[in-house]
């Protein structure tokens, strides 16, 4: 009796031994793994404190002496950073809410009114979600050139200002909610406006959340467009700002990784802030940060 | 007085019958012109840029234009042009690899990560956070990053293969041979967190007394993870595999970024987008542009559809 407990007793202490043997190695292993993905960073921040000759350096230098930062003022002075992130911050803001007022409409319409022909035209409207936006590119900007918005802030915008998928998100979410607040608020004598402002966009705002953190991180990392429409430099967006700075500074790695640091420190803060959010958002949805 | 007292009754009793009835006449009736008031911003854009985008791709497909003089027909003419042009081949190769690259790499590492942070260990929001950082960093300028990180003169992999006694280190976006590679070893370090992210998601419905009775019956953590976690998050492997094929054959921004524009030395990255983009708005071949539109398209559809068959080998639903 005593002698099978203390079998018990040693395997529950061996068992228990090696899961803390397991955990350390993991341990190790995601902390190895987290050095990879992050030392990309690390690199980029002090290459940017360097000057060219500590960078021409034979050994990499994760924590330079003496730091310096003439590569942001050269930066700033030669290119109009704060313009480039006015311009994304407008074209972003614009469409994340133009995006949320037409998609939850739009949802609305989908998930609660009763009109002929709703279910074919949201199968169609669905199945447009199969086909890659770069099979519309050229239409868009044929359009775009044809409403002389080439090179505008209207010309970024426009193709976003709607979006299948954030429409397709939230019509998921607005069948979820429950019908008995619509329906007492019908008695009462509510219109569909009225249901829609007041009871649905409410009760829906997780999911609001989610559209507005997936369609701002896409609109603000967006390239292949706005390297489409915008000629003029004053017009160009974060991403796209990174084409002038290779064009100004070719191999001039200081420059080159202030620019860099400039444009994804913000990104990321706001991203440590919200990761919650963030990761929730992806999560939930598959999608995001294209 | 007393004659009004009825007619008011009356009153509420219709007003009453009319209330009550409203949710039947709704139905009968329908909301169609409330529909056509809530659906008309949205469909205005999508019908613009959506439908009308998708259906000129394939006429201007059929045709000549240079935006300069007015298109002629051409019927398939630009589609036969495409097969028969190296370049195009070579596109399509390079964006293959790279997927057949990126996506198991990205999806087992992710998976791996996934598995690791799911064991609660103190830090793992920390942990998470940073995994997923790369995935939500601006491509262009994580491209940027990566482009000194690959140089090969001073740049961060070099300088430590030089100290490990690596003479001759791979000269990367420089080489034909080493730019895939490169691009392959970006798409892997940003994909990691998306996978990652989705699995922390699959891993929780794995349901823990499933595991604890497996580990009574004798299971190893290996005949565990094959037997009980990988069949019931077999699902999100799938999603997992199906999207980031689909991002994947899109990829452009980093290939451009990373050879500032030239898609590596003699096309070593250039990618199927990389080639509509150049035919359309470099050699102002519309035409040509939008066949190679439709190409992507039908590439990545017969992708998912390839790998939604094959799901029937190996996913399984409860």
């Known amino acids: ?9 040693r395997t ?17 292993l995601l902390l190895i793994g987290l050095l990879s993905v992050i030392l990309p960073f690390v690199y980029m921040v002090s290459s940017s404190l360097e000057t060219a000759v500590q960078i021409g350096s034979l050994t990499p ?10 590569n942001y003022q050269q930066v700033a002075r030669e290119l109009p950073i704060a313009r480039f992130y006015l311009n994304s911050a407008i074209v972003s803001i614009i469409i994340t809410v133009a995006q949320l007022l037409t998609a939850s409409m739009a949802a609305y319409a989908f998930a609660r ?12 409207y669905l199945g447009t979600l199969i086909i890659p936006s770069q099979v519309t590119l050229i239409p868009n900007y044929l359009i775009v050139r044809e409403l002389h918005w080439h ?19 939230l019509r998921q979410f607005f069948l979820t909610i429950p019908t008995d607040y619509e329906d007492a608020a019908r008695i009462d004598g509510a219109n569909h406006w009225q249901i829609y402002t007041r009871i649905i966009l409410p009760l829906a705002r997780p999911a609001l959340a989610t559209v507005v953190i997936l369609t701002f991180l896409a609109s603000w990392n967006n390239f292949l467009w706005p390297l489409v429409v915008i000629d003029s430099p004053s017009l160009k967006t974060v991403p796209l700002s990174v084409t002038a700075y290779q064009d100004q500074f070719a191999i001039a790695w200081g420059p080159l990784m202030a620019a860099a640091t400039l444009s994804l420190l913000p990104v ?4 440590v802030l919200m990761q919650k959010y963030v990761v929730e958002g992806i999560a939930l949805s598959g999608q995001g940060g294209r | 007085m007393r004659p009004f007292a009825p007619s008011i009754e009356r009153l509420q009793v219709s007003m009453a019958r009319r209330r009550s009835s409203r949710p039947g006449e709704h139905r009968k009736r329908g909301d169609g012109r409330a529909a056509i008031l809530f659906l008309l911003p949205d469909f205005v854009g999508f019908f613009v840029f959506t439908l009308l985008g998708v259906i000129g791709t394939l006429v201007i497909s059929f045709t000549h234009w240079d935006l300069v003089r007015a298109p002629t027909w051409l019927g398939l003419e630009n589609y036969r042009t495409l097969a028969g042009d190296p370049l195009f081949w070579q596109v399509v190769k390079n964006t293959a690899s790279y997927t057949v690259a990126v996506v198991p790499i990205s999806t087992a590492l992710g998976l791996l990560v996934a598995l690791g942070l799911n064991r609660r260990l103190p830090g793992t929001v920390v942990l998470r956070t940073a995994y997923f950082a790369p995935f939500i960093t601006t491509l262009a300028s994580a491209a940027l990053m990566w482009q000194w990180i690959f140089d090969p003169n001073r740049g961060l992999i070099d300088s430590y293969l030089y100290m490990l006694g690596v003479s001759n280190p791979p000269a990367w976006l420089n080489s034909s041979v080493w730019a895939m590679p490169a691009l392959i070893i970006f798409g892997v370090w940003r994909q990691i967190g998306f996978s990652m992210v989705l699995f922390l998601a699959g891993l929780q419905s794995v349901p823990r007394p499933l595991l604890e009775a497996a580990t009574v019956d004798g299971a190893n953590a290996w005949q565990r993870f094959r ?37 590596g030395p003699d096309n070593a990255t250039n990618t199927l987008v990389g080639y509509l983009y150049q035919k359309a708005f470099v050699d102002l ?8 539109a439709w190409a992507l398209f039908i590439i990545i559809f017969a992708a998912t559809i390839i790998q939604l068959v094959a799901q029937r080998r190996w996913v399984h639903y409860e």
Not at chain 1, 61 to 67: A, D, G, H
Not at chain 2, 229 to 249: D, Y
Not at chain 2, 285 to 292: H, L
């Open chain 1, 1 to 9: 009796m005593s002698s099978s407990g203390a079998v018990i007793h």
């Open chain 1, 12 to 28: 529950a202490r061996g068992r228990r031994l090696r899961h803390v043997a397991v955990d350390a190695v993991v341990y190790v």
């Open chain 1, 61 to 70: 230098q994760f924590v330079p002496s003496p730091l310096t930062w003439t």
């Open chain 1, 113 to 124: 009114l009763r009109f002929r022909g709703r279910s074919t035209l949201f199968a169609l």
């Open chain 1, 151 to 169: 090179d505008t802030y209207a010309g970024l915008i426009a193709p976003f200002v709607v979006s299948v998928f954030s429409t397709f998100l």
């Open chain 1, 268 to 271: 990321l803060i706001v991203y």
């Open chain 2, 227 to 263: 037997s009980v976690t990988f069949p019931m998050i077999s699902p999100t492997t799938l999603f997992v595999v199906i999207i980031s094929t689909i991002g994947s054959f899109q990829l452009f921004d980093q290939a451009f970024v990373l050879t500032s524009g030239r898609f």
């Open chain 2, 285 to 292: 071949n519309m035409g040509e542009a939008s066949a190679t």
